[in-house]
């Protein structure tokens, strides 16, 4: 193997004794938990990597970036998914390869997507980002519908052609309540997961957890983690 296919086997395998471990102290079976690694601001190179040693999901949070990468990488058996704040006008594009969009956080945002989905034919998974942050009706900082507009917005994902709508995803605050405190965020998030499936039984998807905070979202009970820095180190930028 190549000295870049070796580093990632090896942080590969850390993350994965890392998830194993938490899934065991949370006594949750391993497949229970989904790696997505975070390929962003990384060469399609390493995306060709990682899929050789099995990684099936990557995930992206700029269209300019991942464009290109997605299409130098499409005969590849992976799932795309992007995790970014997505502007309308960059919308069309994202369709193109991505399988699921985990920052739905708005009507307007549905509705574009919906448009480029059916216009694609193509079906594209939703998860409604929640802002952890934000006040009863304002947005977070980095995006996300506060956690009182989640039933409206899962209810206008799940009736729009062209989009499924897979479940939820947040990001761990940096103000707020819940600053520093990640185990009680992704508790909330679990909680309105199980307010979110009452009316939509299939939308059982919870992405919460990154490199630094994984364990706590295991425990929580996030179905999938997303991870970048760990798996990838950190090398220079693109562009």
């Given at each position: 193997?190549?000295?870049?296919?070796d580093?990632?086997?090896?942080?590969?395998?850390?993350?994965?004794?890392?998830?194993?471990?938490?899934?065991?102290?949370?006594?949750?079976?391993?497949?229970?938990?989904?790696l997505?690694?975070?390929?962003?601001?990384?060469?399609?190179a390493d995306?060709?990597?990682?899929?050789?040693?099995?990684?099936?999901?990557?995930?992206?949070?700029?269209?300019?970036?991942?464009a290109?990468?997605?299409?130098?990488?499409?005969e590849?058996?992976?799932?795309?998914?992007?995790v970014?704040?997505?502007?309308?006008?960059?919308?069309?594009?994202?369709?193109?390869y991505?399988?699921?969009?985990?920052?739905?956080?708005?009507?307007?945002?549905?509705?574009?997507?919906?448009?480029?989905?059916?216009?694609?034919g193509?079906?594209?998974?939703?998860?409604?980002?929640?802002?952890?942050?934000?006040?009863?009706?304002?947005?977070?900082?980095?995006?996300?519908?506060?956690?009182?507009?989640?039933?409206?917005?899962?209810?206008?994902?799940?009736?729009?052609?062209?989009?499924?709508?897979?479940?939820?995803m947040?990001?761990?605050?940096?103000?707020?309540?819940?600053?520093?405190?990640?185990?009680?965020?992704?508790?909330?998030?679990?909680?309105?997961?199980?307010?979110?499936?009452?009316?939509?039984?299939a939308?059982?998807?919870?992405?919460?957890?990154?490199?630094?905070?994984?364990?706590?979202?295991?425990?929580?009970?996030?179905?999938?983690?997303?991870?970048?820095?760990?798996?990838?180190?950190?090398?220079p930028?693109?562009?």
């Open positions: 193997m190549t000295d870049r296919k580093e990632l086997a090896t942080n590969l395998a850390k993350v994965e004794e890392r998830i194993a471990a938490a899934c065991a102290a949370a006594r949750r079976a391993r497949d229970e938990v989904t997505i690694v975070v390929t962003k601001t990384y060469p399609a995306v060709r990597l990682l899929s050789e040693l099995g990684v099936r999901h990557v995930a992206e949070n700029k269209d300019q970036d991942a290109p990468k997605a299409a130098e990488c499409a590849l058996p992976l799932r795309w998914h992007f970014g704040q997505l502007q309308t006008n960059k919308v069309r594009s994202v369709v193109g991505a399988d699921v969009v985990q920052s739905v956080d708005r009507a307007r945002l549905v509705t574009a997507l919906s448009k480029e989905a059916v216009r694609a193509r079906e594209v998974g939703c998860l409604l980002q929640v802002a952890l942050d934000a006040g009863a009706s304002e947005r977070g900082e980095r995006g996300g519908v506060a956690p009182g507009g989640v039933e409206e917005l899962a209810a206008l994902v799940a009736g729009s052609p062209g989009l499924r709508l897979d479940g939820l947040t990001v761990a605050p940096l103000t707020g309540e819940y600053a520093g405190r990640q185990r009680e965020a992704f508790g909330r998030l679990m909680d309105l997961s199980t307010d979110l499936r009452r009316a939509h039984p939308a059982n998807m919870v992405s919460a957890g990154m490199s630094a905070d994984l364990e706590e979202a295991v425990a929580a009970g996030a179905t999938h983690v997303r991870v970048g820095t760990a798996v990838l180190g950190v090398r930028r693109l562009g």
